[in-house]
């Protein structure tokens, strides 16, 4: 059975996260995300000993301290940034193609500290 969204529309979110090391890190990652209400789905791209990206699809906008919680209780891993697909980037009614004052970029970035 496929699952929809209620606007039809899913959101991914990239993670950069330090201090994966192997599969087992993997593991706990992807559990403690996937616990997160609205996760359909978590894969991760393990670069050992650096920054790994997490990438969460999700039919909710996830929220920064739920996703850093759920880094924190997977192990002693760090949350380095978060960054949205465009449709979370973007205020309602804003069309991305515009030039000028109000113009918004592909994604959105926040480090976080």
Known sequence: M?????????RT???KVSGLTCG???AHVTEELEEIN???DVSVLLNKGGQ???TVLSD???EDAALAEAIDEAGDYTLDAVERDVREAEPAGLNIGT???GAVGT??????T
């Open 60 to 62: 909710v906008r996830l």
């Open 24 to 26: 087992h890190c993997v």
């Open 107 to 112: 994604a959105a970035h926040r480090r976080l």
């Open 13 to 15: 979110t990239t993670l």
């Open 38 to 40: 609205g996760v359909k």
């Open 52 to 54: 790994s990206t997490v």
């Open 99 to 101: 030039q000028g004052p």
């Open 2 to 10: 496929t699952e929809f969204t209620a606007d039809g529309v899913d």
